[in-house]
């Protein structure tokens, strides 16, 4: 991994530089790039901006290795709040949700992970939409497979993530690979060890050809999220080559990245579903997003030093 960029993945969890960064006024506007708002109602307001040019939603609660257990529960009401409300204002046909275990449970906790998840699946049922577990470090990596595998027992639409930097992905996604499995996969966000993860960026990307190859292949329902150029490029002949329509895979991207691909893609009738974070908890979030595109930490530190 390049050093700017485990350097800056480093500060994601250094608090000195998180406090420091929630209470520069200058950051606000950084934030509000990739983060629409704090609250349920800023969530929204994404979601049908996003509906009105033919864009989905996956909507996040921002929080992360919480170790609180109000904390958890907090996150655990905010999802029920959220999907009661997609439902009530005719939203779940636009936006699905993302939550991460290590917020929806505390300390790692698996099998409370797992009963608050399905908390957020029965919720998410009601409305009629879909939940997607986002993946974390590796060395949450089976936990995270093990619970989303028990909760596609009840609700098999679960979607599981897989990060093509790591070296196990390709075994993980031959047993994900079959038809309505909902898997989105992306080249993943954390620093990890070049024992388990790939350092060289070229064959993260080769990684991720030959996931999406084996996903398509065996029928599953996926979900590319990613910004790269290229591999869109690649994977739309890939879609082709395997012979599948448009709605029987889609496109993810984050929010606030590439919006101008995200309308081009989906003016050509495909399906684009946008990851939209939202929330107090943003500081790791974006911390991820400066260290893939460590141009924008010049941004970030210039806000940082406006008083
Ligand atoms: P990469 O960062 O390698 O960039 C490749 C190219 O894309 C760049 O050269 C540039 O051309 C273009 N590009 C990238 N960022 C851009 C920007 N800001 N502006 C303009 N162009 C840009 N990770 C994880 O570990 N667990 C998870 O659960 C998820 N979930 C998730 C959901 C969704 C919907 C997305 C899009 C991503 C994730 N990720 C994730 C993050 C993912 O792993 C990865 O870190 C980022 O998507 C960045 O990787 P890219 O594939 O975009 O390529």
């Known amino acids: 991994m390049e050093p700017l960029r485990s350097l800056i993945l480093a500060a994601a969890g250094n608090d000195v530089i998180r406090r420091v960064a929630a209470t520069a006024p200058g950051t606000r506007q950084i934030i509000a790039r990739f983060v629409p708002g704090e609250t349920v109602a800023d969530a929204l307001r994404a979601v049908k901006t996003l509906a009105a040019d033919g864009r989905c939603a996956t909507l996040d609660y921002l929080g992360e290795y919480t170790r609180d257990p109000a904390q958890a529960e907090s996150t655990v009401r905010t999802y029920l709040r959220l999907l009661d409300e997609l439902s009530k204002q005719g939203l779940s046909g636009h936006a699905e949700v993302s939550v991460k275990l290590s917020a929806l449970t505390v300390d790692g906790d698996r099998v409370l992970a797992a009963r608050n998840l399905g908390l957020v699946c029965e919720a998410a049922e009601q409305c009629g939409t879909t939940v997607t577990v986002d993946m974390e470090d590796h060395t949450t990596t089976d936990a995270t497979l093990g619970v989303v595998g028990d909760a596609r027992r009840t609700w098999p639409w679960v979607g599981a993530v897989v990060?093509?930097?790591l070296r196990r992905t390709e075994a993980d996604v031959a047993a994900l690979a079959y038809k309505g499995s909902r898997v989105r996969l992306c080249k993943g966000a954390y620093a990890e060890p070049a024992d388990v993860a790939y350092a060289d960026a070229h064959?993260?990307?080769?990684?991720?050809v030959r996931c999406a190859n084996r996903l398509l292949e065996g029928g599953a329902y996926a979900m590319f999220a990613t910004h790269d150029p290229?591999?869109?490029?690649?994977?739309?002949?890939r879609t082709r080559w395997y012979g599948r329509e448009q709605g029987s895979y889609e496109y993810q991207m984050l929010y606030g990245v590439r919006p101008d691909e995200q309308r081009r893609l989906a003016a050509e009738g495909e399906t684009v579903r946008v990851y939209v974070p939202f929330g107090e908890?943003?500081?790791?979030?974006?911390?991820?997003?400066?260290?893939?595109r460590p141009a924008n930490l010049a941004l970030f530190l210039r806000a940082l030093a406006i008083r």
Do not use: F, H, N, T
């Open 163 to 165: 990060q093509s930097y």
């Open 203 to 208: 064959a993260v990307d080769l990684s991720y």
């Open 230 to 237: 290229r591999l869109v490029g690649l994977l739309r002949q």
């Open 281 to 292: 908890q943003w500081y790791g979030y974006l911390m991820r997003r400066l260290a893939e």
